[in-house]
């Protein structure tokens, strides 16, 4: 049973570039949590959706970011023009459909480097 | 507003000896709980969780974790150390009242055990 995925791995960007970051939940999971995990601090909720439904985008910054988990494919974190200040490793988790008591997996994540 | 604290930003012990990690939460009302590990370049990995029932939970790795509610506190323990525990460790919370929403992390916890 395969983890959570994502990729890329590591991502090169040059300021003002857009940058795509993907992630395919675990089998039979159907929630998709987005984390920013700058240095030296703990990890920050980003968004939170639902087969093609943003929940919870509340920890989103309110320019330049979106996210969307279509029926089928990968979710995808898209930020556009980035900036140095977006460097950061991006995780995505993910949990079964419905209780708080489910247990968000987390994937490898993705480290950003805007040059 | 809830939220997390891990007071010790590293934490040092030599293998063999006992190791806790310590954790306090705020949230308005009953706390899930959670203990993630984080090794260098990897996501994060689940160790256990509360949710209701015996305040001492069990979990990856020979960890274990107390719950106590009168000191809302959630220290991470494990009674004899291995050098290969050395890592990052976040502890987190959501509220019990709020499915699905995401969790709240602290800044993390780096355990470093010597030989």
């Known amino acids: 049973n395969a983890g959570v995925m994502q990729n890329p791995r590591h991502l090169v960007r040059r300021r003002g570039q857009e940058a795509r970051l993907r992630c395919s939940p675990m089998?039979?999971?159907?929630?998709v949590y987005w984390y920013r995990q700058l240095p030296e601090e703990g990890l920050k909720f980003m968004v939170y959706?639902?087969?093609?439904?943003?929940?919870?985008e509340s920890g989103m910054p309110k320019e330049r970011f979106s996210a969307e988990f279509p029926k089928e494919g990968p979710s995808i974190l898209r930020i556009q023009q980035v900036v140095r200040g977006d460097s950061a490793a991006y995780f995505c988790?993910?949990?079964?459909?419905?209780?708080?008591?489910?247990?968000?997996?987390f994937g490898p994540g993705t480290r950003l480097t805007v040059l | 507003a809830q939220s997390v604290a891990q007071p010790e930003d590293q934490v040092n012990v030599a293998e063999g000896n006992p190791l806790t990690v310590k954790c306090t939460y705020s949230?308005?009302?009953?706390?899930?709980l959670f203990w993630y590990v984080q090794y260098p370049n990897r996501g994060l990995q689940f160790l256990l969780k509360?949710?209701?029932?015996?305040?001492l939970v069990k979990g990856s790795y020979g960890f274990e974790a107390e719950f106590n509610k009168s000191q809302t506190s959630f220290h991470l323990k494990k009674p004899s150390a291995l050098v290969s525990d050395s890592a990052l460790y976040f502890c987190?919370?959501?509220?019990?009242?709020?499915?699905?929403?995401?969790?709240?992390f602290g800044k993390g916890t780096t355990l470093s055990v010597s030989s």
């Open positions: 509360y949710i209701t029932g015996d305040n």
């Open positions: 959706l639902q087969k093609e439904n943003i929940i919870d």
């Open positions: 949230v308005s009302g009953n706390p899930y």
């Open positions: 987190a919370v959501r509220d019990i009242n709020q499915a699905g929403t995401a969790l709240i």
């Open positions: 988790a993910s949990s079964p459909p419905g209780q708080a008591t489910d247990t968000q997996y």
């Open positions: 089998k039979g999971h159907s929630h």
